[in-house]
Protein backbone atom coordinates (compact mmCIF):
# COMPACT_ATOMS: atom_id res chain seq x y z
CA UNK A 1 0.00 0.00 0.00
CA UNK A 2 1.38 3.56 -0.37
CA UNK A 3 2.28 5.53 2.25
CA UNK A 4 3.97 7.93 3.95
CA UNK A 5 5.95 7.74 7.51
CA UNK A 6 7.18 10.91 9.48
CA UNK A 7 8.87 8.95 12.46
CA UNK A 8 9.27 11.70 14.59
CA UNK A 9 5.96 13.33 15.68
CA UNK A 10 7.42 15.97 18.06
CA UNK A 11 11.37 17.31 17.40
CA UNK A 12 12.56 20.50 19.89
CA UNK A 13 16.18 21.64 19.09
CA UNK A 14 18.28 24.83 20.03
CA UNK A 15 18.14 27.52 17.66
CA UNK A 16 20.94 27.70 15.70
CA UNK A 17 21.61 23.80 15.64
CA UNK A 18 21.37 22.10 12.51
CA UNK A 19 18.15 20.34 12.08
CA UNK A 20 16.97 17.42 10.09
CA UNK A 21 13.36 15.90 9.60
CA UNK A 22 12.66 12.39 8.55
CA UNK A 23 10.42 11.05 5.76
CA UNK A 24 10.03 7.39 4.36
CA UNK A 25 7.99 6.36 2.01
CA UNK A 26 6.16 3.45 0.15
CA UNK A 27 4.93 3.59 -3.83
CA UNK A 28 5.56 1.44 -6.28
CA UNK A 29 6.22 3.58 -8.96
CA UNK A 30 8.92 6.40 -9.32
CA UNK A 31 7.96 9.23 -6.40
CA UNK A 32 6.86 12.55 -6.85
CA UNK A 33 8.01 13.81 -3.37
CA UNK A 34 7.15 17.15 -1.57
CA UNK A 35 7.85 18.89 1.70
CA UNK A 36 4.91 21.61 2.92
CA UNK A 37 5.71 23.69 6.06
CA UNK A 38 2.35 24.93 8.31
CA UNK A 39 2.92 27.90 10.76
CA UNK A 40 0.48 27.85 13.73
CA UNK A 41 -3.43 28.81 12.38
CA UNK A 42 -2.50 28.62 8.89
CA UNK A 43 -2.64 26.61 5.53
CA UNK A 44 0.54 24.72 4.26
CA UNK A 45 3.11 26.46 2.12
CA UNK A 46 5.64 24.37 -0.23
CA UNK A 47 9.28 23.88 0.98
CA UNK A 48 10.61 22.35 -1.74
CA UNK A 49 10.25 19.08 -4.65
CA UNK A 50 11.61 16.31 -5.96
CA UNK A 51 10.43 15.44 -9.55
CA UNK A 52 13.30 13.75 -11.10
CA UNK A 53 17.04 14.60 -11.73
CA UNK A 54 19.76 15.73 -8.69
CA UNK A 55 18.63 14.05 -6.01
CA UNK A 56 19.44 16.93 -3.04
CA UNK A 57 17.52 19.88 -4.14
CA UNK A 58 16.92 23.10 -2.37
CA UNK A 59 13.85 25.08 -1.27
CA UNK A 60 12.61 28.06 0.41
CA UNK A 61 13.58 29.38 3.69
CA UNK A 62 17.13 27.72 3.73
CA UNK A 63 15.46 24.70 3.55
CA UNK A 64 17.35 21.01 1.05
CA UNK A 65 16.57 18.02 0.91
CA UNK A 66 17.82 14.44 0.20
CA UNK A 67 15.88 11.69 -2.42
CA UNK A 68 17.79 8.29 -1.87
CA UNK A 69 16.05 5.68 -3.76
CA UNK A 70 17.73 2.70 -1.89
CA UNK A 71 16.05 4.03 1.45
CA UNK A 72 12.95 5.30 0.48
CA UNK A 73 13.94 8.28 1.98
CA UNK A 74 13.21 12.35 1.43
CA UNK A 75 14.86 13.65 4.65
CA UNK A 76 14.64 17.59 4.99
CA UNK A 77 17.43 19.48 6.65
CA UNK A 78 18.40 22.83 7.51
CA UNK A 79 21.98 23.46 9.04
CA UNK A 80 21.68 26.20 11.30
CA UNK A 81 17.46 26.57 12.62
CA UNK A 82 15.76 29.75 13.50
CA UNK A 83 13.14 30.68 16.03
CA UNK A 84 10.68 31.39 12.96
CA UNK A 85 11.03 27.45 11.92
CA UNK A 86 8.96 26.30 14.61
CA UNK A 87 5.93 24.79 12.70
CA UNK A 88 4.32 21.81 11.61
CA UNK A 89 6.27 19.86 8.63
CA UNK A 90 4.56 17.12 6.51
CA UNK A 91 5.74 15.02 3.80
CA UNK A 92 3.99 14.22 0.46
CA UNK A 93 4.33 11.34 -1.75
CA UNK A 94 2.16 12.15 -5.53
CA UNK A 95 0.02 9.59 -6.61
CA UNK A 96 -0.75 8.68 -10.28
CA UNK A 97 -4.39 9.44 -9.34
CA UNK A 98 -3.82 13.20 -8.92
CA UNK A 99 -3.67 13.26 -5.14
CA UNK A 100 -0.98 13.36 -3.00
CA UNK A 101 -0.38 10.67 -0.02
CA UNK A 102 0.66 12.86 3.30
CA UNK A 103 2.74 11.73 6.38
CA UNK A 104 0.90 12.40 9.39
CA UNK A 105 3.61 15.52 10.19
CA UNK A 106 6.12 16.54 12.82
CA UNK A 107 5.98 19.35 15.20
CA UNK A 108 8.93 21.59 15.54
CA UNK A 109 9.75 23.49 18.65
CA UNK A 110 12.78 25.82 18.49
CA UNK A 111 14.39 26.67 21.76
CA UNK A 112 16.03 30.23 21.95
CA UNK B 1 1.15 34.72 -7.73
CA UNK B 2 -1.14 31.19 -7.37
CA UNK B 3 -3.70 31.90 -4.76
CA UNK B 4 -6.16 30.13 -2.59
CA UNK B 5 -8.82 31.81 -0.82
CA UNK B 6 -10.92 30.37 1.75
CA UNK B 7 -14.17 32.61 2.97
CA UNK B 8 -14.02 32.51 6.12
CA UNK B 9 -11.04 31.85 8.94
CA UNK B 10 -13.50 31.06 11.75
CA UNK B 11 -16.60 29.71 12.08
CA UNK B 12 -19.13 28.71 15.09
CA UNK B 13 -22.04 26.89 13.94
CA UNK B 14 -24.75 24.99 16.58
CA UNK B 15 -25.43 21.39 15.59
CA UNK B 16 -27.96 20.24 13.06
CA UNK B 17 -27.54 23.50 10.92
CA UNK B 18 -26.25 23.24 7.09
CA UNK B 19 -22.87 24.63 6.47
CA UNK B 20 -20.87 25.74 3.43
CA UNK B 21 -16.99 26.48 2.99
CA UNK B 22 -16.13 28.11 0.56
CA UNK B 23 -12.83 27.91 -1.67
CA UNK B 24 -11.55 29.58 -4.68
CA UNK B 25 -8.61 29.87 -6.86
CA UNK B 26 -7.72 32.40 -9.68
CA UNK B 27 -5.11 29.68 -11.31
CA UNK B 28 -7.19 27.94 -13.77
CA UNK B 29 -6.39 24.92 -11.89
CA UNK B 30 -8.50 21.67 -12.71
CA UNK B 31 -8.07 19.82 -9.64
CA UNK B 32 -9.57 20.86 -6.07
CA UNK B 33 -9.48 19.33 -3.04
CA UNK B 34 -10.80 19.62 0.57
CA UNK B 35 -9.03 18.64 3.72
CA UNK B 36 -9.98 18.17 7.19
CA UNK B 37 -7.15 18.57 9.96
CA UNK B 38 -7.18 17.38 13.10
CA UNK B 39 -4.19 16.86 15.85
CA UNK B 40 -2.67 13.58 15.57
CA UNK B 41 -4.51 12.70 12.13
CA UNK B 42 -2.48 14.82 9.43
CA UNK B 43 -4.62 15.54 6.41
CA UNK B 44 -7.24 13.51 5.44
CA UNK B 45 -8.98 13.90 2.09
CA UNK B 46 -12.82 14.63 2.42
CA UNK B 47 -13.45 15.22 -1.22
CA UNK B 48 -11.75 15.50 -4.73
CA UNK B 49 -12.69 17.56 -7.65
CA UNK B 50 -11.21 16.89 -10.79
CA UNK B 51 -13.14 19.28 -12.93
CA UNK B 52 -16.36 20.97 -12.81
CA UNK B 53 -19.52 19.02 -12.00
CA UNK B 54 -17.03 16.04 -11.12
CA UNK B 55 -16.21 14.47 -7.52
CA UNK B 56 -14.41 11.78 -5.86
CA UNK B 57 -14.89 10.59 -2.17
CA UNK B 58 -11.78 10.94 -0.30
CA UNK B 59 -10.82 8.71 2.78
CA UNK B 60 -13.81 10.85 5.32
CA UNK B 61 -16.86 11.45 3.59
CA UNK B 62 -19.12 11.02 5.47
CA UNK B 63 -21.78 13.25 6.82
CA UNK B 64 -20.22 16.15 3.70
CA UNK B 65 -21.12 16.99 0.61
CA UNK B 66 -19.61 18.97 -2.40
CA UNK B 67 -20.86 21.39 -5.18
CA UNK B 68 -18.12 22.43 -8.22
CA UNK B 69 -20.41 24.44 -10.66
CA UNK B 70 -17.65 26.88 -11.77
CA UNK B 71 -13.91 25.74 -11.79
CA UNK B 72 -12.70 28.11 -9.46
CA UNK B 73 -14.80 27.74 -6.64
CA UNK B 74 -15.03 24.92 -4.83
CA UNK B 75 -18.15 24.65 -1.76
CA UNK B 76 -17.62 21.76 0.89
CA UNK B 77 -21.53 21.32 2.83
CA UNK B 78 -21.45 20.17 5.67
CA UNK B 79 -25.59 19.22 5.92
CA UNK B 80 -26.22 18.53 9.41
CA UNK B 81 -23.12 20.12 11.53
CA UNK B 82 -22.30 17.88 14.71
CA UNK B 83 -19.68 18.37 17.17
CA UNK B 84 -17.56 15.71 15.47
CA UNK B 85 -17.26 17.71 12.52
CA UNK B 86 -15.41 20.73 15.04
CA UNK B 87 -12.13 20.88 13.00
CA UNK B 88 -9.43 22.87 10.67
CA UNK B 89 -10.24 22.90 6.91
CA UNK B 90 -8.00 23.04 4.01
CA UNK B 91 -8.71 23.66 1.07
CA UNK B 92 -6.63 23.11 -2.25
CA UNK B 93 -5.85 22.92 -5.97
CA UNK B 94 -3.38 21.43 -8.28
CA UNK B 95 -2.95 22.05 -11.60
CA UNK B 96 -3.96 18.95 -13.72
CA UNK B 97 -3.17 15.56 -14.14
CA UNK B 98 0.32 13.88 -12.77
CA UNK B 99 2.28 15.10 -9.85
CA UNK B 100 2.04 18.68 -9.66
CA UNK B 101 1.99 20.54 -6.26
CA UNK B 102 -0.63 21.64 -4.20
CA UNK B 103 -1.71 25.38 -2.78
CA UNK B 104 -3.15 25.64 -0.13
CA UNK B 105 -5.93 28.04 1.62
CA UNK B 106 -5.88 29.97 4.64
CA UNK B 107 -7.93 27.01 6.27
CA UNK B 108 -11.07 27.55 7.91
CA UNK B 109 -11.59 26.77 12.07
CA UNK B 110 -14.92 25.35 12.35
CA UNK B 111 -16.41 25.06 15.73
CA UNK B 112 -19.83 23.31 16.30
CA UNK B 113 -21.52 23.91 19.55
Known amino acids: AQSVTQPDIHITVSEGASLELRCNYS??????LFWYVQSPGQGLQLLLK????DTLVQGIKGFEAEFKRSQSSFNLRKPSVHWSDAAEYFC??????????WGLGTSLAVNP | DVKVTQSSRYLVKRTGEKVFLECVQD?????MFWYRQDPGLGLRLIYF???????EKGDIPEGYSVSREKKERFSLILESASTNQTSMYLC????????????FGQGTRLTVV
Open chain 1, 92 to 101: AVGANNRKLI
Open chain 2, 92 to 103: ASSLSTGYTEAF
Open chain 2, 49 to 55: SYDVKMK
Open chain 2, 27 to 31: MDHEN
Open chain 1, 27 to 32: YGATPY
Open chain 1, 50 to 53: YFSG
